[in-house]
């Protein structure tokens, strides 16, 4: 696993290349991205040793795909292409379905190893890169019994090495699962902010009064539209499943507000508070 | 102002008791508390010196009120009734315009301060109260004219010494700007965690995918309920106003993606990536 090649230095990628680079010191980071400045505030930042294009590809030992999932979707059977016999490819993607149905016919599927590390900040671009974001955090794996043995033993053991929980899961269930415990929690983001935004003019004025609370909820709106578009196309039919039970639920506690209806207002927070429990661990 | 009474020592009576005492250590606490445990608590974490009812508040200086807002509007009455004439009485609640209005006929609404400080975390009771939570925070003040300009001098004081801004705003403007920004918040949280509770049957499975993202978002669905049933009440109007935004904001998003809109959703989603700007120096 001498020469890695990471196609896409952003936040994923960048902090990918950190931690590999500090727990392999051996290993020659070559970075791969459609834009040159990208490149050259990755060198600046020392996220990666050489820039490198496409067509280096048959030098990898490894190639970490961390870009947007449509994007992966279309590169994916150029890169397994271009690569040589034991190389292996993973990808960072937030949706597994469609990048693992993309290249499921290429002669090369067994070099690919379809991972998602759920790990990030709502920061986006080489400059949000950073040390230990992967520490502790899980990273699932999708099919691995199609990707060669050996491969998947280099994977595990790169990995694990910087930190990580491997948990298996095929990609139907990824997608499925993962658009209630992350896509929903990005549109209730971005939708919190739109109200609140819209609603207040003088924006100085009122944000003056938001707090940390606001601020923890909102987080997410900051996320990077170019990768989010991407998952919520191609997760559309889960992400639409979680928007309306979302909505339900919002639009029953408002009637329960206009019945006056407080003691069951209060029996739906109690309810939901045994999600302290549940995160315990997670933040 | 040397002797202080806090009725309710939780969360927000708690982390005020700290501040106040760190930045003025001659004055004495004396805690005030429907539950003996609460106080015994608050003693043991040296939160108070001593224990006190409500008879004893004709010794007050200052009485600071963080209860429920329901509570707040029924015993603020009685407070102004058994304080001396020289004392200042402070109240901490999310609402303001009930509270107010409780007390605008009062002979001591003179002695009456209301406020809200803007700080607080998801936890609450005497063991979440923290040293430094009001630093650099907003305490909104209503209806400062009717307050005797001494004890607003006293108070003034008093509470930027402790590290915060001060704002002044009407009762009915508050409580319609924090249903956005903090009201609001809370439900969308509560919401998200019940939609992705019920839906998971098998918690563990699917927790292990949630990440930092998750966590932020559905904080503040740690919150007390007993707290927050009474604010949604006394605000009912502008909540459910927010509800209903954001209810038309969550179903348009969903409708564009039914439609295969991505470039509106794109748009939706930079159009509130600005709230980055807005946030700038909140949390």
Redesign the interface.
């Known amino acids: 696993m001498n020469n890695i090649y990471a196609i896409g230095i952003g936040l994923i990628g960048g902090s990918l290349a950190i931690d590999i680079k500090k727990h392999n010191p051996d290993v020659v980071i070559h970075g791969i991205s459609r834009k040159d400045s990208t490149l050259e505030t990755a060198l600046s930042l020392n996220l990666i040793d050489k820039k490198a294009t496409l067509d280096d590809l048959a030098h990898a030992d490894l190639v970490i795909v961390s870009i947007p999932v449509d994007a992966t979707v279309k590169l994916l059977p150029t890169i397994l292409d271009k690569i040589s016999d034991n190389a292996l490819v993973v990808d960072a993607g937030s949706t597994k379905e469609a990048i693992c149905k993309a290249v499921e016919s290429h002669p090369r599927r067994r070099n690919f190893l379809a991972m998602h590390p759920?790990?990030?900040?709502?920061h986006s671009g080489p400059t949000a890169a950073i040390e230990g974001l992967f520490k502790g955090?899980?990273n699932?794996v999708c099919e691995v019994e199609k990707t060669t043995f050996k491969l998947q033993e280099k994977a595990l053991k790169l990995f694990t090495g910087i930190g990580m929980r491997i948990?298996y899961m095929n990609p139907i269930a990824?997608d499925k699962?993962?658009a209630?415990?992350?896509h929903?929690?990005?549109?209730?983001?971005?939708?919190?902010?739109?109200?609140?935004?819209?609603?207040?003019r003088n924006?100085r004025?009122?944000?003056?009064?938001?707090?940390?609370?606001?601020?923890?909820?909102?987080?997410?709106?900051?996320?990077s539209?170019?990768m989010?578009?991407?998952i919520?196309?191609q997760n559309?039919e889960n992400?639409?499943e979680?928007?309306?039970?979302?909505?339900l639920?919002?639009?029953h506690?408002?009637e329960l507000?206009?019945e006056?209806n407080?003691e069951a207002?209060?029996?739906?927070?109690?309810?939901?508070?045994?999600?302290?429990d549940?995160?315990n661990g997670?933040?």
Request: no cysteine; proline share 2%.
């Open positions: 759920i790990a990030g900040t709502e955090k899980t699932i948990r990824h699962h993962i209630y415990v992350s929903l929690s990005h549109i209730s983001s971005f939708m919190l902010g739109k109200t609140v935004i819209e609603k207040e924006e004025d009122i944000f003056d009064m938001a707090g940390s609370g606001f601020a923890s909820t909102v987080r997410l709106a900051k996320s539209p170019e989010w578009t991407p919520f196309k559309k992400v639409i979680t928007l309306e039970e979302y909505i639920n919002l639009t506690f408002k507000m206009k006056n407080f207002i209060f029996d739906e927070m109690k309810d939901t508070n045994h999600i302290k549940i995160l997670i933040s």
